[in-house]
Structure formats: structure tokens, C-alpha cells
């Protein structure tokens, strides 16, 4: 056999060694090259403000294991005639987000959150614009002891410079914050005793 035969033919098998390294390493046409995207975390933030001087008094986030887009909420109220209560449930969860008692000429205690992260454990934002839900706010409560001279911006004020309000707002542009007034003591109730409670989904 000639060399120039041998030349050609030893390039055929390098060609092939070279060829079959090449295909062991490639990824298998049905492997997907992409990482699990996992849903975002269905997260739920409850502020409480002091009711005479809108100051905010502390913060619980609670974490959902489903994702959900929709937040509902359901509410059981007992009316105080001597002793009652109000609860509020996420319902698309069927869980208890708030439970207080109200008492007539006297005060009722708080029983769910059981107690709330403190406000030095929040950050606030730099930025020294003023921001507000773009789809508003809705009342859970209407028991009226409030009366009508109810000033919620001024309450809305102390908490929307939280760089956590505004995360949640940021990721969650459509949401409607959910408030209402805990009055525990009611009859000669003692406004003092009163706290907003805000409701904020991511």
C-alpha cells in the first residue's frame, strides 16, 4: 500500500475518534438547558398603627406554601353587647389573619397576630416621594366606631415609607390595601386602646 493511502486512511479514523468524543459529550436533544423557575412566594403583610397618633407600632410578614394571585378576605364579627369578637380569614387559604376580642365598657384582648416584629426592624426607603396603591384601599370593617371624621391618610402616611410596603406594592402594583379600625373597648370605649390593621399581599 502506497503512503499516500496510508496518509488518507489514518485521517479517516482520526476523523471518527474525534467525531465519536464530540457526540459522547453533547447534551441529549430531550435534556432542557434551562433552570425550574419557581413561583414567587405568596406572602401576606400585616401592619398595626396606633389610631390617635398614626404611629406605626410593628409588623408581622406571614409566607404561604401555594401561590395565589387573588386575596379575599372573609370576616366573622360578633357584636359586643357584652362580650364579642371580630375575625378575619385569608380565605383563598381558609386561615385566620387576624382574631381580637371587643368588649363593652371594657377592654378585649388581641389574640391573633400573637405579637408583631417591632418598627426599629424595618427599613425605610430613601426616596422621598409619597406612594399609594394604584387600585386603593378597602375598608374590611363597617362598625363605624370611628365615626366620620376618619383621617386613613394620615395613618397610610406612617407605614408607606416602609421599604417592605414598598416591595410589596412593587411587586404586586394591582393589589388593594385592606384595612380596618380594632376597637377592643367599645360602649365608653377608650380611643387610646384603638389600633389600624393593614392588610398587604405581595
Do not use: H
Request: with cysteine; glycine share 6%; proline share 6%.
Amino acid at each position: 500500500m502506497c503512503i499516500k493511502n496510508q496518509i488518507v486512511i489514518v485521517s479517516i479514523i482520526v476523523c471518527c475518534m474525534v467525531s465519536c468524543t464530540k457526540n459522547n459529550n453533547a447534551i441529549p436533544s430531550n435534556t432542557s438547558t434551562n433552570a425550574t423557575v419557581l413561583p414567587p412566594q405568596n406572602k401576606l403583610l400585616t401592619l398595626k398603627i396606633d389610631y390617635l397618633t398614626n404611629t406605626f407600632e410593628g409588623a408581622l410578614e406571614t409566607i404561604y406554601s401555594n401561590p395565589t394571585s387573588s386575596f379575599t378576605i372573609s370576616k366573622q364579627y360578633k357584636t359586643p353587647g357584652d362580650f364579642g369578637y371580630i375575625n378575619f380569614f385569608y380565605q383563598e387559604f381558609n386561615q385566620l389573619i387576624f382574631d381580637g376580642e371587643i368588649i363593652w365598657m371594657e377592654k378585649g384582648n388581641l389574640i391573633y397576630p400573637t405579637s408583631f416584629i417591632a418598627p426599629s426592624q424595618f427599613s425605610i426607603t430613601t426616596s422621598p416621594s409619597s406612594v399609594t396603591p394604584s387600585a386603593g384601599f378597602e375598608n374590611l370593617d363597617n362598625t363605624g366606631y370611628a365615626g366620620n371624621n376618619v383621617n386613613f391618610y394620615a395613618m397610610w402616611g406612617a407605614i408607606q415609607n416602609l421599604a417592605l410596603v414598598r416591595s410589596y406594592l412593587n411587586s404586586n402594583p394591582t393589589c388593594t390595601v385592606k384595612y380596618f379600625l380594632y376597637t377592643p373597648s367599645v360602649g365608653v370605649g377608650n380611643p387610646a386602646d384603638w389600633d389600624w390593621i393593614v392588610f398587604i399581599k405581595n
